[in-house]
């Protein structure tokens, strides 16, 4: 039987960004690093990350789990997937885009926050015009892009107090008047 020799967490980050054609610099931003610590890291001038948030970050732009890393340690504290966020997972796959070409379609600053919001580590934005650019990106229809959007008000007014039931209609005019204004006012 010929042995198995487990893969490098350094040797995987190098051939997938030569397969993608990542440039080093690219990868930095939308890790959250600098481009020195991505040189170290594969030259192994320095041990991979044990820091979970850059190992899920390194994961998400990679697009594979993060326990495929052998330094990553499963946090303790339970993750809460967003049914929104898999949609956008859903909807990468049905474009045939890899994770790195959806995350290059946005500006560089905002790269980082996008793999934190594929990641789960930050909800999708309240600001419409982030959200319609996701969506567009993705070419989602205008409907879907405004559930989503919904959903995550309905979301930040319950978590800032606002009992949604006890007043569903404030919070329905309220939204149908944003779908009025944001769906029919083009």
């Known amino acids: ?15 997938f960004l030569e397969k993608n054609s990542l440039h080093k610099r690219d990868f930095a931003e939308m890790i959250g690093v600098t481009l020195s610590y991505v040189y170290n890291l594969i030259d192994e001038t320095v041990p991979f ?6 190992i899920e970050r390194i994961a998400t732009v990679m697009d594979i789990e993060p326990e495929e890393f052998p330094e990553y340690r499963i946090p303790q504290e339970p993750i809460l997937i967003d049914e929104s966020i898999e949609t956008i997972k859903d909807y990468i796959k049905e474009n045939k885009m890899t994770v790195v070409s959806f995350l290059k379609a946005f500006p560089r600053k905002k790269r980082i926050d996008i793999v934190d919001i594929l990641r789960g580590a930050l909800p999708l934005p309240i600001d419409y015009k982030e959200l319609k650019m996701i969506g567009k990106i993705l070419n989602m229809q205008d409907e879907e892009v405004y559930n989503m959007w919904e959903q995550r008000i309905r979301q930040v007014l ?26 029919n006012d083009k």
């Open 158 to 183: 319950e978590s800032g107090g606002m009992n949604i039931y006890a007043n569903s209609g404030l919070v329905t005019t309220m939204l149908d008047c944003a779908r009025n204004y944001l769906l």
């Open 1 to 15: 039987m010929k042995q198995i020799i487990p893969e490098k967490s350094s040797e995987k980050v190098a051939k």
């Open 49 to 54: 990350s044990t820091r979970g948030t850059t």
